[in-house]
């Protein structure tokens, strides 16, 4: 079982086996929380709205309205052979 030790400051370093599974890098948030029982649970913060905010939007790209996607989504599921 992996384990760590507190430094005077409070921080401690996550094995690299937990890192590796939650897949957690250098500047990831982490969140705590304590249960009933005294248990700590620790998960990484997923991203936000604001963190992926125009993360599809290309220079010259028009933007599309709801509707607009939303026809466009009904006429693809049309055409799909099910």
């Not at 430094?7 to 890192?19: E, L, N």
């Not at 705590?32 to 905010?53: A, N, Q, S």
């Amino acid at each position: 079982m992996p384990y760590a030790t507190m430094t005077s400051k409070g921080q401690i370093t996550v094995p690299q086996s937990i890192r590796k599974r939650l897949h957690l890098q250098a500047g990831k948030r982490i969140e705590f929380k304590v249960t009933k029982e005294g248990e700590i649970r620790m998960t990484p913060v997923t991203l936000t709205v604001d963190d992926v905010f125009g993360i599809l939007k290309r220079p010259g790209q028009r933007a599309f309205s709801v509707e607009e996607m939303n026809e466009a989504l009904a006429e693809r599921f049309r055409n799909m052979d099910i």
